[in-house]
């Protein structure tokens, strides 16, 4: 369960990026997560990385036989990324997930 994050006074929502994403398949929100995750391990946030590596655990479908295998994989790899970025191995959790991403984005464009 997600806690609320408080409202700060000097905190704005940028309306145009709550539409983009309130209007996004689920396929582009998956993207936009990596690419949130990617970014943060690039600035060496443990913290917001392994909260994006965490909503990607929560996306995991085990109930469809057919993705457990995958979804198997994908919690290891996820899990393994989150212990890694605990130990500040910034370079092998980047290389996991921008593979990831770029996998995930050409099957999107084949399809």
Not at 15 to 31: R, T
């Amino acid at each position: 369960m997600q806690t609320a994050v408080p409202f700060q006074k000097n905190r704005r929502i940028n309306p145009y990026l709550v539409n983009e994403i309130m209007g996004a398949k689920p396929e582009q929100l998956l993207i936009k997560i990596y690419d949130f995750a990617i970014l943060h391990c690039q600035k060496h946030n443990m913290i917001k990385t392994n909260e994006s590596l965490q909503v990607l655990v929560n996306s995991l479908n085990f109930n469809d036989e057919s993705a457990r295998e995958i979804s198997t994989g994908l919690l290891k790899l996820y899990q393994f990324c989150q212990e890694q970025m605990r130990k500040k191995n910034y370079d092998e959790v980047y290389k996991i997930l921008t593979g990831l991403r770029d996998t995930w984005h050409a099957a999107f464009n084949s399809r």
